[in-house]
């Protein structure tokens, strides 16, 4: 039903839905084919490193239990419904975009970097122009480690994932502000930057990789004065 916060344009039918570290999801559960006293349970069958690295890419027969739902009796009616359509994501005109940028994230000697650099907090690693549109190329160098990215403050829309385009029913065709970035993964994003002046983030959402300055500085500047 939606991806980190945005509606997607249609519903999506779906028994699993792959959750990373600062995903979100809205998801409609539907009880109607059990009865009351059956109990229905949410499970992560989603299989991790030992090392914390990420997934192993390996789905669990049974998983982890996270959460358990005790069907009751229906009280009273029940209006409401899922719409066929919920609403338009904005046009993509690559028309608009002014600069394209690739960031990498990489595990160096021990230090996690992105584009070869550890956080610097008086380095500045892109001035983006105000009302301008890019197209960010954001790429795993490693084979091992995932990397949930999040960009602060501008939500984007994921062109493609490792050279395939995302086509209409996948759950990236939404407005998103966090990349899922598996081992040697790419992904291709258009945004448009419209909001505050000055400095806002972009980090790995693993809190180690956090914490040990996998993280660039971008600064919203006035058009005219970006790089």
Not at 38 to 61: C, F, H, I, Q, S
Not at 104 to 132: K, P
Not at 158 to 181: A, F, H, Q, T, W
Request: proline share 5%; charged share 30%.
């Amino acid at each position: 039903m939606s991806n980190d916060g945005n509606l997607l344009e249609r519903p999506i039918e779906s028994e699993n839905v792959e959750i990373w570290v600062a995903n979100r999801y809205d998801v409609i559960v539907d009880f109607s084919a059990f009865e009351p006293g059956d109990k229905v349970y949410l499970v992560n069958r989603m299989e991790m490193r030992r090392d914390g690295a990420g997934p192993t890419g390996v789905t669990l027969d049974e998983g982890e239990l996270a959460m358990r739902f005790d069907v009751t009796p229906a009280v009273g009616e029940d209006p409401s419904r899922i719409p066929d359509f919920m609403r338009e994501l904005p046009d993509i005109n690559m028309a608009e975009v002014r600069r394209e940028r690739e960031w990498v994230f990489d595990y160096d000697n021990g230090l996690w970097t992105v584009n070869g650099n550890l956080m610097d907090v008086n380095r500045v690693d892109a001035n983006i122009e105000q009302g301008s549109a890019e197209v960010w190329t954001i790429r795993n160098a490693g084979n091992t480690w995932a990397h949930p990215i999040h960009t602060h403050f501008e939500e984007f829309q994921v062109l493609s994932v490792n050279g395939i385009p995302v086509k209409e029913g996948d759950l990236l065709r939404s407005r998103k502000d966090m990349v899922e970035l598996g081992g040697n993964m790419e992904v291709k994003f258009f945004g448009r930057w419209r909001d505050f002046f000055g400095t806002h983030v972009m980090h790995c959402h693993n809190v180690v990789h956090e914490d040990h300055e996998m993280m660039i500085q971008w600064r919203m500047v006035p058009p005219g004065m970006g790089d």
